[in-house]
């Protein structure tokens, strides 16, 4: 048996909470081994999660504004689709940006360790590569940044290009003509949408009487209504008790969630989007004696499990996503170096890529309403921005949301054209401790649909002006 490898710090997990983690260690001049077992660097996000979505929702919005846009401006084309070139530049895009991490990693001397890794006892990680063969390191600190994996959903197997997670609906041959999506969530509705504008029939199928719980239940609302306006179709208060794959498609099985009689409904792809669960299999947990809760998750104070045993990313607490995991691996690496590390949750902005984009920060109505907090809030239509207008981009406002009493920004929730790029600068004020005049008071370049937030930030003042 030979020595182990030993290192400052070991990552098991190369996603954005691992690779950011690497990267960060490397910078402080900590000496650093990241374990990931796939075949490439990024984890679920650059690989088969963000990036290759955000790709499809790009290359088919194009699509759809070519077919149904260009017209009305006086851009006369005939488009066709070509789904295999669209695969295509979206795997080259892929494979830039996993590279990508590859060369951050050699010039900050972080050493990727390909294979899957086993925690056997504090301090050291055993690696089995591809081949079988095992390699020990030793580790004084060890990051656990293994992610996550898509839910099952009981009853409805998994079926190679017919009953698919996100995964698969990123890379299906042929464009459906019924597709199924099961969860009205993010990733359910990006997919959904991208599969809509290239010509699929979607009918979206979900558990809870509203779609993207999280959401501010008002933007909620009118954001089922833009997506229906564009042809989804969409069934709620209804849960999927079983499938079947027949030579013409799938059928699935569903009930009203409140009971009563089944109904089946028939597809030629069926999406599960039911949601993500925290991904430990074989990390060997239980030789660090540490356990998990009843959702998987593997929960942390400010990241420490344990001396010397950290978490971050989707498989501790905290929203499931991308940009949370590198707050997290940069909070945790500075405090294993002795620094200060911190991360607020509720500062953490969600958005939805689709069209119009969805994004918000901070508290929703519903949540300030339950927690009994006295709020002012105000609204602006992007129907009264003039670069929305310019644009035939109408659909959607901007909300903000402040204290009764100080004025703090409480809530930033937009629904609009870049709501996702709009988002940045609630988050800064946020985290400023910003009031909603600060931001009401803020010039803003005009024209812009940023002015939009400007002036929902003065409608909380009782003086928005701009028509
Ligand atoms: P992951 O990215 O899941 O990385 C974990 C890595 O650990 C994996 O590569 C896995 O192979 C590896 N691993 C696990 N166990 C071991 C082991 N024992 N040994 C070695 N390696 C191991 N988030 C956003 O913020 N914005 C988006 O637009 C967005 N879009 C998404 C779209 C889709 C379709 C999906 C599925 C997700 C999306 N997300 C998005 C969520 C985002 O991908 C995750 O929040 C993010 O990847 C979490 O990062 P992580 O590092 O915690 O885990």
């Known amino acids: 048996k030979t020595a182990a490898t030993a290192y400052d710090v070991v990552i ?28 490439t660097l990024g984890g679920t996000c650059l690989n088969v999660g963000c990036m290759p979505s955000k790709a499809l929702l790009h290359a088919s919005e194009m699509f759809e504004a070519a077919n149904t846009e260009f017209a009305k401006i006086g851009i006369e084309v005939a488009p066709k689709l070509n789904l295999d070139q669209m695969h295509a530049s979206k795997n080259e895009s892929v494979t830039a940006l996993t590279k990508g991490i590859e060369f951050l990693f050699k010039k900050n001397k972080a050493v990727w360790i390909k294979g899957k890794g086993r925690i056997t006892g504090p301090g050291t990680v055993e690696v089995e590569a591809a081949d079988g063969s095992k390699t020990t390191l030793s580790a004084k600190d060890i990051v656990i940044a293994t992610g996550s994996e898509p839910t099952p959903l009981p009853g409805v197997d998994f079926v190679p290009g017919k009953v698919v997670d996100s995964t698969g609906a990123l890379s299906l041959p042929a464009v459906p003509k019924k597709l199924i999506v099961v969860g009205a969530g993010i990733i359910g509705l990006e997919l959904g949408s991208v599969w809509r504008r290239l010509g699929a029939e979607v009918t979206v199928v979900e558990y809870l009487p509203r779609i993207t719980p999280g959401m501010d239940s008002d933007l909620a609302t009118a954001f089922q209504r833009a997506l229906t306006k564009q042809g989804m179709s969409f069934k709620l208060g209804s849960k999927v008790t079983g499938s079947k794959v027949t030579d013409a498609g799938v059928e699935l099985t569903v009930e009203p969630a409140a009971g009563g009689a089944a109904e089946t409904l028939t597809g030629d792809v069926v999406l599960v989007a039911i949601g993500r669960r925290p991904y430990t299999t074989g990390l060997g947990l239980e030789t660090v004696g540490v356990q998990t809760d009843k959702r998987g998750v593997i929960v942390g104070d400010h990241f420490k499990v344990a001396p010397g045993l950290w978490v971050i990313g989707d498989v501790t607490t905290g929203p499931m996503l991308a940009h949370k995991a590198e707050e997290d691996a940069v909070a945790a690496i500075e405090l294993i170096a002795g620094k200060a590390g911190h991360v607020d949750y509720n500062l953490v902005p969600s958005v939805v890529y689709t069209f119009p984009e969805v994004a918000w920060v901070g508290k929703t109505e519903d949540q300030l309403k339950a927690d009994g907090v006295a709020y002012k809030s105000g609204k602006f239509p992007f129907s009264a921005n003039s670069r929305a207008k310019i644009n035939h981009e109408t659909d959607g406002y901007a909300k903000v949301l402040a204290d009764a009493v100080t004025d703090r920004i409480l809530g930033v929730h937009i629904m609009g054209p870049q709501a996702g790029e709009m988002i940045g600068e609630a988050c800064i004020a946020m985290a400023f401790g910003g009031a909603s005049e600060d931001i009401a008071r803020t010039s803003h370049a005009h024209p812009t649909r940023s002015e939009a937030v400007k002036q929902a930030a003065m409608g909380v003042e009782g003086w928005t002006m701009q028509a």
């Open 12 to 39: 098991i997990g190369g996603g954005p909470g691992g690779y950011n983690a690497a990267i960060r260690a490397g910078q402080l001049g900590l000496s650093v081994a990241c374990v990931e077992m796939r075949e």
